[in-house]
């Protein structure tokens, strides 16, 4: 029985299917770990660990290098709770035309005014008077499961959207919405959108991307929303583009000290997939993918290791994590077959620096073939799986 370790609390949604598994937050020496926004740099890794399963979609809070040369294979769970950060997004757009935030919060003071409210609120509300949104350009930077959602969504709502995305795959492109316009570089995005929302993960490429040059490029007065990651935007940047107008509002998930208190700056607290409906969504998806791997090998929503996934054939799989060098195959099936094995079954993927090999064998291998496999340079990591 494997030992999954809870690092956060998952919804309960999961315990199904982990119910022949050893799951709890008290694990020592897990097989593999589910985890939400623990911060896993410091976790000390032992032998066992096979792989760690994120239910949500940032992976910023788990050393994946490091992972990936080990063989531990880190899994997110991509679309499970875009619904929810979209319903989050389309409720920003709303907050960056209208000045619905500030306009609750003079309400408050009007308390105790007794029969004069209903006169001060129509004497007051000309100070919180906000643009639409209809007829705006939205520009949406990334578009994975969440960016099409927020794009397609803001599309229906009568906004004229931009979308930018250098690796757009097929199957992305094909689910949004044919009038949504896909811009080939990012600065095409900038100069035309009153509002721009940015769905890309936070990697060295694009912490920052929001700095004084990149704010300088964007229409005067736009709306800048990030639920992304807090890092994308240089804070000292923003503030400077808010105070000049240049941003006429930055709406954040990821609320940093410095802004907090800035006019037009409203932070939320990451609230983006805080719903039972992501959590359940993202909790099952993770645990089916990490249930999936430690039992067959397969690989799928990995953010490290390609997708490798093929119905179980013969009497044994043989699981290769190894560097993307030339001569690997050749080598693998030649100690395959030194141990007299029939391949009954083969799939290689890369993906970067390193690839993944299933191997189905007609009959279980001698535990000297693993040493074998596991002593060709480039191999990371074998297991076989009964
Ligand atoms: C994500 O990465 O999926 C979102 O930021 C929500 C979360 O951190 O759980």
Redesign the pocket.
């Known amino acids: 029985m494997a030992d999954i370790l809870k690092l956060n609390a998952i919804s309960p949604l999961a315990d199904g299917i982990f119910a022949n598994y050893n799951y709890s937050d008290k694990i020592e020496e897990p097989d593999g770990i589910m985890v939400?926004?623990a911060q896993m740099a410091d976790y000390p890794v032992g032998k066992k660990l096979l792989a760690v399963a994120r239910?949500?979609?940032?992976t910023n809070n788990i050393p994946v290098a490091a992972y990936t040369e080990k063989g531990i294979v880190v899994f997110n769970t991509p679309g499970a709770?875009a619904n929810a950060?979209k319903e989050l997004v389309i409720c920003e757009l709303f907050l960056g035309g209208r000045k619905i935030c500030e306009a609750v919060d003079w309400v408050k003071t009007l308390k105790g005014k007794g029969a004069e409210v209903g006169k001060l609120v129509e004497k007051g509300k000309g100070d919180f008077v906000g643009g639409e949104i209809t007829g705006k350009t939205l520009g949406v930077i990334g578009l994975g499961a969440i960016g099409i959602a927020v794009a397609n969504a803001a599309y229906a709502l009568g906004m004229n959207v931009v979308g930018c995305d250098p690796y757009l795959s097929t199957a992305n492109a094909l689910l949004l919405n044919p009038a949504v316009k896909v811009a080939p570089a990012l600065d095409d995005v900038y100069k035309a959108c009153d509002y721009i929302s940015v769905h890309v993960p936070l990697t060295p490429d694009t912490k920052g991307m929001f700095n004084g040059k990149t704010i300088a490029a964007l229409k005067d007065g736009a709306v800048l929303i990030n639920n992304s990651r807090g890092e994308l935007a240089d804070t000292q940047a923003v503030i400077s583009a808010l105070e000049s107008g240049k941003l006429s509002r930055y709406i954040t998930?990821f609320p940093a000290d410095e802004l907090i208190g800035v006019k037009n700056a409203i932070c939320v607290p990451?609230l983006?997939?805080s719903t039972p409906e992501a959590e359940d969504n993202?909790a099952v998806m993770a645990a089916k993918q990490l249930t999936d791997y430690i039992e067959n090998g397969n690989v799928t929503n990995s953010v490290n290791y390609p997708a490798v996934s093929a119905p179980r054939e013969g009497a044994a799989r043989i699981c290769i994590h190894h560097k993307n060098v030339a001569n690997m195959i050749a080598q693998l099936t030649a100690a395959v077959s030194s141990f007299g094995l029939n391949i009954e079954n083969m799939t290689d993927k890369s993906k970067g620096d390193y690839a993944y090999c299933l191997i189905d064998v007609n009959v279980a291998p001698a535990a000297e073939l693993k040493e074998k496999l596991a002593a060709i340079d480039g191999v990371v990591r074998v297991r076989v799986i009964i």
């Open positions: 939400r926004s239910a949500g979609a940032g709770n950060v998930d990451h983006g997939a993202c």
